[in-house]
């Protein structure tokens, strides 16, 4: 099969979602590999890294998908790279479709078949977004810490002498659980909701600074307006982020706290939500700094990519078997098929 690797063009996007290591496995099993040119630059593999594996570059993005007939990419499609994507494609990448309904209609029209990383399920478990989540969740309380720093003037772990930072944590998945885990060991005082019983146990092994409770709304709304830091990492797969925050809400909120909503990518889990980029990534409402950047992981780009491609490439090796429709897993994560909507999630 011929498998096209585009350049990530959204908002300063520089993962690729297969590195030169992984795109040799795909090679050596007898499928040929089109790179848009520079596309691994942003994360440190250069053109050369991936023709000394066989890989083909093609000078840009019209001739890339022309080629191929499998696309792996991160993020979505971008409006500009719509009118390459032809109906015999068979797209693999993040879609989120749930948050985007013009690329849904997009994506119907062109009568294409899509996989998403974030619906593909195998043993519970979300293989294609877990990396990636672990990664936002951490870069939020980085991302958090440094606001709160330079707008509110405090320290998350505080010191002798004075308070520990108060971090708020919606959700204790993958991206909530890393967000509380980097939170304690900062030193601040966690408080983590969740739906589940046994995540709320999980997280309080965490440390002795980090509670869990049952996702209430008085509950939650009276630990926002103590809290420094609020997380948001809800997450229902494949479909919209419900909103366990409201308005209301964050207007009782201290001035300066800030909200880092993690869950954006599927609409936000706060109401005031809205998706911000790295060119332009926070903003106040109601006094309080949201940070909803839709594409956090790729501040670290390297780092995201090696861990992407690792958890792409069994997928992707499943994907070009004539009879992957087999495969449950990746049967259940298709999103559109043939132009048809078929995930459940996205058909409310």
């Known amino acids: 099969m011929n498998i096209g690797i585009p350049t990530e063009i959204k908002i300063q996007e520089q993962r690729v979602a297969l590195i030169p290591a992984a795109c040799a496995e795909l090679q050596q099993q007898g499928h040929q590999i089109y790179l848009q040119a520079g596309a691994g630059l ?25 080629q191929a007939q499998l696309i792996i990419k991160v993020k979505e499609p971008q409006p500009a790279e719509w009118n390459y994507l032809r109906s015999d494609h068979l797209l693999f990448c993040y879609l989120h479709l749930a948050a ?12 294409l078949t899509a996989v998403a990383f974030e619906t593909v399920v195998e043993h519970g478990t979300l293989p294609l977004l877990q990396p990636m989540s672990i990664i936002a969740g951490k ?34 998945g993958n991206a909530g659980f890393a967000a509380a885990k980097l939170a304690a060991a900062l030193g601040a005082q966690v408080s983590v909701f969740d739906l589940s019983a046994e995540k709320m146990t999980q997280v309080r092994h965490i440390g002795q600074h980090v509670s869990s409770f049952y996702p209430y709304a008085h509950s939650i709304a009276e630990a926002l307006t103590e809290a420094d830091l609020v997380v948001g990492a809800v997450l229902v797969p494949g479909a919209k982020a419900p909103q366990v925050v409201s308005a209301k809400m964050v207007a009782a909120m201290q001035p300066e706290s800030v909200i880092v909503d993690i869950a954006v990518d599927q609409g936000g889990c706060v109401a005031t939500t809205q998706p911000t980029s790295y060119d332009d990534p926070s903003y106040y409402h109601s006094g309080v700094i949201h940070y909803a950047v839709t594409n956090m992981p790729a501040a670290v780009a390297k780092t995201a990519s090696q861990a992407l491609s690792a958890s792409v490439l069994p997928y992707a090796v499943r994907l070009v078997r004539s009879y992957w429709r087999e495969d449950k897993p990746l049967l259940e994560g298709i999103n559109i098929d043939a132009g048809v909507c078929t995930h459940p999630a996205l058909q409310a």
Do not use: F, M, W
């Not at 994360?43 to 998908?65: F, I, K, M, N």
């Open 42 to 66: 942003g994360c440190g593999y250069s053109d050369a890294d991936y023709r000394a594996v066989g890989v083909q570059t093609c000078p840009d993005a019209e001739s890339l998908y022309a």
């Open 139 to 172: 870069l939020a309380v980085h991302a958090g810490s440094q606001l709160l720093q330079h707008h509110k003037g405090v320290l998350l772990g505080g010191l002798a002498g004075a308070e520990r930072g108060k971090v708020v944590v919606l959700g204790a």
């Open 100 to 111: 985007e309904p013009e690329l849904k209609s997009q994506l119907e029209n062109i009568g």
